[in-house]
């Protein structure tokens, strides 16, 4: 018996149930900008709050960004390696290029690898805003690169909702208006910290993670 032909309505059907297949939009990318650790990081741990483990704790709020790698799918991603690096409580990185006088027991670089559900979790603190321009202050943000078997490394940024300087940012302002939220957490009170859930989305090649600018850019 022939197949009948598959008119209008079962084929708009057909592309609507492709549509409503589960995934996920990929996290959008941000440059590395000038500061990351150019030595080996003191430390090889997902504490940046102090340098040595019994050592004095760093000045600030403190924070606890947790979340989940995936792929496009929503599978998590095992073994996945994340870092993250970022400004203390005054505005500074421990980096040679910021002459500032950074806290002297903030790590300022973590890492962190993924569990069986691809969970991870850092403890820090809020970074504080900074100059990076004559007239542009760059928001709270955290750096964050993830790295996988398999897939091309992903960087991007992590933003504090609500934050008024978030309108103004140049880096965040080359990401889709859409796409934004996937860059930002809400912060919740939590037991001795604050606690913000970022959840990382990564594909498959390199196209999928194409950089919206270039990580040559000397923005941090």
Known sequence: MQTPPLDR?????LLSGMAALPAYGLTPTQPEGPFYPATDPTGSDADLTRRLPEGPVAQGQPLLIRGRV????????????????QADTFGHYRHPRDRGRVD???QGWGEAITDAGGHYRFHT???APYLAGQEWVRPPHIHFRVSARGRPSLTTQLYFAGDPLNERD???AQVPPDRRAALMT????GEGAQVGLFNLVIG???????HLLTPADPIS
Do not use: H, S, Y
């Not at 995936?70 to 690096?85: F, H, Y």
């Not at 809400?186 to 009170?189: F, G, V």
């Open 104 to 106: 002297p027991n903030f």
């Open 125 to 127: 603190v809020k970074p």
């Open 170 to 172: 140049v880096l965040l």
């Open 204 to 210: 498959p090649d390199e196209m999928t993670n194409k």
């Open 9 to 13: 309505r079962r084929f708009l059907l």
């Open 186 to 189: 809400q912060l919740q009170p």
């Open 70 to 85: 995936l792929d496009a799918q929503g599978a998590p991603v095992a073994g996945a390696r994340v870092e993250i690096w």
